[in-house]
């Protein structure tokens, strides 16, 4: 199933980009990066197929996760202070943009294969986006675990997505190899961080570039277009 457009204009005959985003659900910068997306998509007046694909970035992340200060602390090496500094602008980004992160001292970091084995197969109902977005709130904003089954049936059904055949692609991991296959794609074509974004299948930007950089970008694709038709 083709990408739904999830960034629509008032006007309807408004042209639309592609836009594919690698992404993890555990990201914060990729919150960011996407809300900065929406704010350069209104500037330009341009509506966005939008498309998300897998990325870990905590692949050996165990069931029981891990608390998130002491995994910055083992994975960067960050002392506490500069941890909990760049949280604050963190969230402080976030509060501008519109989305809350509630970061405390029990916010964990948890493993993520299932419920990008849930975005890859969501994408065939056309609810892909608003299940990454419910995801996203449910970690961030609500402190919720997004490992485990339960919650995210709760999600993934909240959005509309059938419960049974939630449960189903849970229990069977028929996505798995999906996921490990688009996962392998875009690490072979040299992605190591996230958020990664390309437009219209050619122009690459890394990390929360701001509406401004985004917007630009929008706007040579636009202009290519033009040129082209």
């Not at 498309?51 to 970035?57: C, D, G, S, T, V």
């Not at 992340?61 to 910055?72: F, K």
């Not at 449910?138 to 490992?147: L, R, Y």
């Not at 419960?163 to 849970?170: G, I, N, P, Q």
Request: overall charge negative.
């Amino acid at each position: 199933m083709s990408p739904t457009p999830v960034q629509p204009t008032q006007d309807p005959d408004a042209p639309v980009v592609q836009v594919d985003i690698v992404s993890d659900v555990m990201c914060p910068w990729c919150v960011v990066g996407f809300k900065q997306l929406e704010q350069a998509l209104a500037e330009v007046g341009v509506g966005a197929y939008i498309r998300w694909h897998p990325f870990e970035l905590n692949p050996n992340m165990p069931p029981e996760g891990q608390n998130l200060g002491e995994h910055i602390a083992e994975k960067y090496g960050l002392p506490p202070e500069q941890s909990v500094a760049n949280r604050k602008r963190v969230s402080d980004l976030g509060a501008d943009l519109g989305f809350a992160f509630n970061f405390d001292a029990d916010t964990q970091v948890v493993n993520t294969f299932e419920a990008h084995q849930l975005l890859d197969w969501s994408q065939s109902k056309g609810l892909q986006h608003p299940l990454k977005l419910a995801l996203f709130k449910a970690h961030f904003t609500d402190g919720k675990d997004v490992s485990q089954h339960d919650i995210l049936i709760e999600i993934a059904t909240s959005v509309g997505l059938d419960t049974d055949e939630v449960k189903e692609v849970l229990k069977s991991g028929t996505h798995a190899k999906e996921v490990r296959e688009r996962q392998e794609f875009w690490s072979s074509r040299g992605i190591t961080g996230v958020p990664s974004m390309v437009f219209d299948g050619k122009y690459l930007l890394t990390g929360a570039q701001g509406a401004q950089n985004y917007a630009q970008l929008l706007q040579k694709v636009l202009s290519e277009k033009e040129t082209a038709a």
